[in-house]
């Protein structure tokens, strides 16, 4: 039972432009969402985060959007650059559990 | 943050045998996390490993296949063991510095990547 999805295995972006990552989940009890950047032969690496009560949180180039209606938080990205070349986790979290998607592997072509 | 080392960083084991994967962190923390990754997907939380507790597996792990010790509040061992080539996975310790009232982050190492042949 997959409570959170990333739908979109991976995405090409040209540099300078923007990158739009999706999320979806199920469980209406979470109340923190978060996304992880990681590459190759590293561990995942925090990068943003949101709570349930806000429906934007921005980080210099980094903005996350949260829907409660839909379910869906969003992860922008701009301008891209190469070095967010990755593979981008969101996570979703309640009390002590917390639950990952798949991952979303972001090339931003120079 | 913190800063998180695990060793080995990758290995090659033969079935049957196990290996212990060790988790050091430069800080004290209270609730540190052991996770799997396997080819292609997310990432799975194996055990809850909290300092002067029993480790807390979720469904589909067990301790005599996963065993943990957290002898103190930096470090922690993950042991696989009896292992079969479907334990090949990216194995992955994290931490959770600042638990807050609503959410809160984790912090991982770097893995261990484990191939068994």
């Known amino acids: 039972d997959q409570q959170v999805k990333q739908n979109s295995p991976s995405l090409s972006v040209q540099e300078g432009r923007i990158s739009i990552l999706n999320c979806d989940y199920t469980n209406s009890m979470f109340d923190y969402f978060l996304w992880y950047k990681k590459y190759p032969a590293e561990g995942p690496t925090f990068l943003i985060s949101i709570s349930s009560i806000k429906d934007k949180n921005e980080d210099g180039r980094f903005t996350v959007f949260l829907n409660k209606s839909a379910k869906h938080l969003s992860l922008h990205i701009v301008p891209s650059q190469p070095g967010d070349s990755a593979v981008y986790f969101c996570a979703a979290n309640t009390g002590n559990q917390f639950y990952f998607g798949t991952g979303t592997s972001l090339t931003v072509i120079p | 943050s913190a800063v998180i080392s695990q060793k080995p960083s990758r290995d090659i084991c033969q079935r049957g045998t196990s290996l212990t994967i060790q988790c050091q962190v430069d800080?004290?923390?209270?609730?540190m996390f052991w996770y799997r990754q396997q080819p292609g997907q997310s990432l799975t939380l194996i055990a809850t490993?909290?300092?002067?507790?029993?480790?807390?597996?979720e469904s589909g792990f067990v301790i005599d296949k996963f065993p943990i010790s957290r002898p103190n509040l930096t470090f922690s061992t993950l042991t696989v063991s009896n292992m079969s080539p479907e334990d090949s996975s990216i194995y992955l310790c994290?931490?959770?510095?600042?638990?807050?009232?609503?959410?809160?982050?984790?912090?991982f190492g770097p893995g261990t990547r484990l191939t068994v042949t």
């Open positions: 800080s004290q923390v209270t609730m």
């Open positions: 490993a909290n300092q002067g507790s029993e480790a807390t597996y």
């Open positions: 994290s931490v959770a510095p600042d638990p807050r009232g609503q959410g809160y982050e984790q912090y």
